[in-house]
T-cell receptor, first 114, second 116 residues
């Protein structure tokens, strides 16, 4: 079946550090891949997405590359800020023909210290 | 657009009472999703609708939970009777299938439910 696995948190970094949050997936064919972010007390919002192999999604300094060979979609940012503290969710939508729904990872809490 | 609207934002009730959560999706979106989020279980999909029709309700915990979508602009999630273990944040999200797999789910602000 389809599934998403994220690194467990919390991840604690100092401001301006380099960030990587690992995400790997299991799916048949070519799913679409997403990163959502949830700030404290809010709903989830889309951060970035990639719909085919080797695509790179980017937004707000965050990047993730769709790697079919390693079935991964790791989230990276070169220099984090305190305002990036949030919970980050990796997710996929299976290829057309499957039920249309997001398959979610467990979420990774990111804490940035000044 | 105002985004996905949920009400109430906070609900405190006593065990055994009926609770109704409401959602207004973004106009033009044909998919609507109900999620539950807890510390222990994370984010769980409860049910989703396409064009007002329930497609997959396998995530609904038990018969105490029910959801309806009487029209394209309104959905309810009802818990009757409520129990303390139902305490969670409930999110509604909507999306459109303008392009399979490329669509974003837009989340509402959530309803924080506390059952005493």
């Amino acid at each position: 079946g389809n599934s998403v696995t994220q690194m467990e948190g919390p991840v604690t970094l100092s401001e301006e550090a380099f960030l990587t949050i690992n995400c790997t997936y299991t799916a048949t064919g070519y799913p679409s891949l997403f990163w959502y972010v949830q700030y404290p007390g809010e709903g989830l919002q889309l951060l970035l997405k990639a719909t085919k192999a080797d695509d790179k999604g980017s937004n707000k300094g965050f990047e993730a590359t769709y790697r079919k060979e390693t079935t991964s979609f790791h989230l990276e940012k070169g220099s984090v800020q305190v305002s990036d503290s949030a919970v980050y969710f990796c997710a996929l939508i299976p290829p057309r023909g499957s039920n249309y729904q997001l398959i979610w990872g467990a979420g990774t809490k990111l804490i940035i210290k000044p | 657009d105002a985004g996905v609207i949920q009400s109430p934002r906070h609900e405190v009730t006593e065990m055994g009472q009926e609770v109704t959560l409401r959602c207004k999706p973004i106009s033009g979106h044909d998919y609507l999703f109900w999620y539950r989020q807890t510390m222990m279980r994370g984010l769980e999909l409860l049910i989703y609708f396409n064009n007002n029709v329930p497609i997959d309700d396998s995530g609904m915990p038990e018969d105490r939970f029910s959801a309806k979508m009487p029209n394209a602009s309104f959905s309810t999630l009802k818990i009757q009777p409520s129990e303390p273990r139902d305490s969670a944040v409930y999110f509604c999200a909507s999306s459109t299938t303008g392009g399979w797999g490329t669509d974003t789910q837009y989340f509402g602000p959530g309803t924080r439910l506390t059952v005493l």
